[in-house]
């Protein structure tokens, strides 16, 4: 696991809902250094032992009010504590379950509050937004509920279940070019048109707002918070509940999680500026983007006190104990958290930390893939490469050895074929349960002991 630590940053102005009140100095704690601004009256608000940026009590203001508007229409999910990751990482573990939010993300909680902000001009115009995933479903499913016309751009890859549920929310669905940047200028383009609202994934201060929700509830589920791990993609969740729970329990610290594949905030953050990644596919889809944005920049720099990477195998362990001790399906964005921990973070702390598991939409060909290795990693599921005799009788021989070790046999593949085996013989390879790992290794050398060769 990499950490990524802030350098000097110089802040840009932002605009939020009334541009002219915003973007102001602000103060930090120690390892960020002032930020010199244009702005003449600088109105940091103070909040314990540091002060926070009128930009970060603007989004804690529509936040408040976003939570009004999205109760009793989305879900308030669980916030439940694992006794396994507790024990496992040293900890006492929380898990915030978005995957049991509406749609299977925190997505329709930015998505619905930036529609009902401008309800009037979405009923007239419609909505338009570019997405291949989450927040698609977000704002399809905000959309209907708000009977709001909505236009989705997707790319013409995104694999067809992602198209068909977000048409199954009532959305109309252009796809267009072969990646996200090009079905992000259709929109735009669409936009221009036809002057639909524009809902942006991230970077959008009522967007970021409605993400903020998540971190009123984690601060009414528990009293004391010491840490709270979110996964980053473009920002826009860590950006929302980090302004949230900086007001309400100033001491928390906010740690972001990206893939080591995609670390575009870490880099950024590195920098002092936002820095293009070029980033390499991960198990963790939703976060790949390729920079973060502006305003999310912005505000993470405030609020966010350490950031990690973490590698495609942490991210599948986590997928596979979740589903495996919690009985809880996330996808690889929503796994990032857990991932941290398995990785040694903050091991043997001691601490209150809330996970933030932040979806639950996963395919099930991935599901599969990422089960079956979790099994292989623990012994559950094995493979052995056999080289038989091609003559009667050869492979009753080496089944009765599997079933003498009680192993059960998934799948037999038989090949007489290849160059590499001798001619009048057969390679066949076995993937078997065995009830415990070390009778791996018992099979091998009692198939060896009957003249079985174990490749
Ligand atoms: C499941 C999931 N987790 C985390 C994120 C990251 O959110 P953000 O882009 O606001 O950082 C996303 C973004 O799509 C997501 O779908």
């Known amino acids: 696991m990499k950490r990524f630590r802030s350098r000097e940053k110089r802040s840009r102005k932002i605009g939020f809902l009334n541009s002219s009140s915003l973007a102001h100095p602000f103060h930090h704690f120690q390892k960020f250094i002032s930020l010199g601004l244009s702005i003449s009256s600088p109105r940091a608000f103070c909040c314990g032992d540091y002060t926070l940026s009128r930009l970060i009590d603007e989004v804690f203001t529509y936040s408040r009010d976003a939570l009004h508007v999205l109760s009793g229409r989305v879900h308030r999910t669980p916030l439940d504590f694992s006794r ?7 900890n006492s573990v929380y ?4 995957n049991m939010q509406k749609t299977g993300s925190f997505k329709i909680r930015g ?11 979405a009923k007239r115009r419609g909505v338009v937004a570019a997405s291949s995933g989450n927040h698609a479903q977000g704002v399809a499913y905000a959309a209907s509920l708000l009977g709001v016309e909505a236009t989705i751009v997707m790319p013409e890859t995104t694999p067809v279940f992602k198209v068909n549920a977000t048409r199954g929310y009532g959305a109309r ?49 528990i009293q004391s918070v010491d840490t709270v791990i979110v996964p980053v993609g473009g920002g826009g969740l860590i950006s929302g509940i980090g302004a949230v729970l900086k007001r309400l329990r100033p001491g928390v610290r906010i740690v972001g ?3 080591r594949n995609a670390p575009k905030y870490s880099v950024s953050r590195q920098r002092g500026r936002i820095v293009e990644v070029e980033p390499i596919p991960s198990l963790a889809d939703a976060v790949v983007t390729k920079c973060v944005g502006e305003k999310t920049f912005e505000i993470m720099n405030e609020v966010v006190d350490d950031v990690v990477t973490v590698d495609e195998d942490s991210i599948a362990r986590a997928i596979y104990l979740l589903m495996e001790r919690s009985k809880i399906v996330v996808e690889g964005a929503g796994a990032l958290p857990l991932a941290a921990l398995l990785e040694g973070y903050m091991h043997n702390s001691g601490k209150n930390v809330v996970l933030v598991v932040s979806g639950g939409n996963i395919d099930l060909t991935t599901l599969y893939r990422v089960v079956l290795r979790g099994l292989a990693s623990d012994g559950r599921v094995s493979i052995l490469r056999i080289v038989l005799r091609d003559s009667p009788g050869e492979l009753l021989k080496a089944l009765n050895i599997f079933y003498r070790y009680r192993c059960n046999i998934i799948d037999i593949r038989h090949d007489r074929y290849s160059l590499y085996t001798p001619v009048g013989y057969a390679t066949v390879e076995i993937v078997f349960e065995a009830p415990e790992q070390r009778v791996v ?11 079985i060769k174990v490749l």
């Open 441 to 451: 290794e018992e099979l091998r050398k009692e198939l060896e002991k009957s003249s």
């Open 111 to 121: 998505a619905f509050y930036k529609i009902w902000r401008h309800l009037d001009d």
């Open 95 to 98: 898990m915030k379950l978005e």
């Open 84 to 90: 396994t990751f507790s024990r496992l990482s040293g």
């Open 173 to 221: 669905v252009v796809l267009h070019g072969s990646v996200y940047d090009e079905a992000y200028r259709k929109a735009l383009d669409i936009v221009e048109e036809s002057k639909a609202l524009f809902v942006h994934p991230f970077d959008d201060l009522e967007v970021i707002a409605g993400q903020g929700t998540i971190g009123f509830e984690i601060a009414e589920q």
């Open 257 to 259: 999680v990206e893939p």
